[in-house]
């Protein structure tokens, strides 16, 4: 049972945009917490952007002002505005989600999508 599917991830030039979505069950949906987490080659799985229950958003201190996240309730996704791009956001982008309180870190979130590439050029 497929719960998140990420989409939107792609090939950009530094300083262009990307726009993420992470489309997920009316269950998961409803957890407390939903994230964004990112991954490079070689290096830990890093948390980017948080979005609680209540609307309330924590983001990751090289993404900050650069990267909005949001949830659009009509249509059960979590998405990930990137501005800005930089060669060293190129990642792997994985939707998480958790029914712990204020989660933040990766050992908190439960439920994980499959993830997105996103590679930025020079």
């Known amino acids: 049972q497929v719960q998140l599917v990420e989409s939107g991830g792609g090939s950009v030039q530094a300083g262009g945009s990307l726009r993420l979505s992470c489309a997920a069950s009316?269950?998961?949906?409803?957890?407390?917490?939903m994230a964004w987490f990112r991954q490079a080659p070689g290096k830990e799985r890093e948390g980017v952007a948080f979005i609680d229950s209540d609307g309330g958003t924590t983001y990751g201190a090289s993404v900050r002002g650069r990267f909005t996240i949001s949830k659009d309730v009509a249509k059960n996704t979590v998405d990930l505005q990137m501005n800005n791009l930089k060669p060293e956001d190129t990642a792997m982008y994985y939707c998480a989600a958790s029914y712990r309180f204020h989660p933040r870190s990766e050992l908190d979130f439960d439920i994980w999508g499959q993830g997105t590439q996103v590679t930025v050029s020079s």
């Open positions: 009316v269950l998961t949906y409803s957890s407390n917490c």
